[in-house]
């Protein structure tokens, strides 16, 4: 994460009208929507194209993130004007990174629209700002950060739907038949928080929302921008849990790497949802100064959900995990439920194996904070 700190802090955690039909759910006026693309690390982390003038990169879409941020070494390759601004970040291994103003252009998403400037300079007016973050990144193509939740608009809604692997915007009004539409349980279930960054009409938020990671208690800050997820070394779930690591690990930050403690084979309790075997890092960082929390809960559990954002709330499902406990269906009794798996799989199979890429080295999305 980076955190740029700022007169007005901000923090960042490294179209065409469509009418669709949701199956399940009422139909929805999708005013905009763009695809979702992967990188090829494992996990695999979403990105979408963004412009800046005629200069394209892939912009990471990361949650973690109350503004949207650009590398340094996209905007010199791209010949892209910036200039020296009061402000200055701090990485997800609380290390300091200058950051400067990227002015007198534009940006946006490739079917999308306009990326909005929040942060001031003397001279230049708005700016977007621009970190300089580990090659790691430049290696991934990845030039740029964007914070969904700057991307809503008055009246809208947007929707990361990681099942679809689709941007959208769509009316507020609608989000909950859109929602209703997709598989899974409840994401987040009353326990979310936003993280408000700075003040004023260009003020960022993030959120976080309450876990149990091994029976123990943990706020998580939301953050797609992130491989997988961790906790602080120095919260009572990070000191519960680090015993039980190996410390020859490390994460990718802004920076660079910095070592962590990385266990294995723990439970997460989320809304709804059960998850079983998870790999998770316990990090010498911290969070936001705004708002407290414990870790961070990344795109290794995300990977199958929907996070919408609306202005006001967060919401989401999620596909069930496997070896998830399946909800219990009125009327349907256990030897139905067997017969109809049965006949599932009859149908299903066999199934041709389709080859698999090798994977990469596991990359860390910077996280931004002011």
């Not at 905009?32 to 992967?38: C, S």
């Not at 340094?72 to 004007?81: D, E, N, R």
């Not at 961070?296 to 995300?302: A, K």
């Not at 996070?307 to 499902?317: L, M, N, P």
Request: proline letters at 7%; charged letters at 20%.
């Amino acid at each position: 994460m980076i955190l740029p700190r700022r007169f007005l802090p901000f923090y960042l955690a490294l179209g065409l009208v469509f009418f669709s039909v949701i199956p399940g759910g009422a139909a929805a006026n999708v005013r905009r929507r763009v695809p979702i693309l992967w990188t090829t690390t494992t996990p695999a982390q979403p990105y979408v194209i963004a412009l800046v003038g005629d200069a394209k990169t892939h912009a990471l879409l990361d949650t973690g993130a109350s503004d949207h941020v650009f590398s340094l070494s996209f905007a010199h390759a791209a010949g892209l004007p910036t200039v020296a601004i009061h402000a200055q970040g701090v990485d997800h291994g609380a290390g300091a990174l200058a950051l400067r103003g990227l002015v007198h252009v534009t940006s946006r998403i490739e079917g999308w629209g306009p990326l909005d400037a929040s942060l001031s300079t003397p001279k230049d007016g708005l700016a977007y700002a621009v970190a300089v973050v580990h090659d790691r990144f430049r290696e991934l193509g990845l030039g740029a950060f964007v914070s969904p939740q700057r991307l809503v608009t008055r009246g809208h809604a947007v929707v990361i739907d990681l099942q679809k692997s689709e941007l959208v915007e769509l009316p507020a009004g609608e989000l909950r038949s859109y929602l209703d539409g997709h598989r899974g349980r409840a994401l987040f279930t009353g326990s979310a928080e936003a993280c408000k960054h700075g003040t004023g009409a260009r003020a960022g938020i993030t959120w976080t929302t309450d876990a149990l990671i091994e029976g123990h208690a943990a706020r998580l800050l939301v953050d797609t921008g992130a491989a997988s997820g961790d906790l602080f070394r120095d919260s009572p779930v990070g000191r519960a849990i680090q015993t039980r690591g190996h410390a020859d690990a490390s994460i990718v930050t802004a920076r660079g790497p910095i070592a962590a403690s990385r266990v294995d084979g723990l439970t997460l309790r989320l809304g709804d949802l059960q998850f079983h075997n998870l790999r998770w890092d316990v990090v010498p960082a911290q969070g936001a100064p705004v708002c407290r929390y414990d870790g961070v809960l990344g795109i290794n559990v995300l990977r199958n959900c929907v996070v919408a954002f609306d202005g006001t709330a967060i919401s989401g499902r999620c596909t069930e995990p496997p070896g998830a406990p399946e909800p219990n269906v009125a009327g349907e009794s256990p030897a139905q439920k067997r017969q109809f798996a049965h006949k599932k799989q009859a149908v299903t199979a066999p199934q041709t194996k389709r080859p698999t890429k090798p994977p990469n080295e596991q990359g860390r999305t910077p996280k931004m904070r002011p």
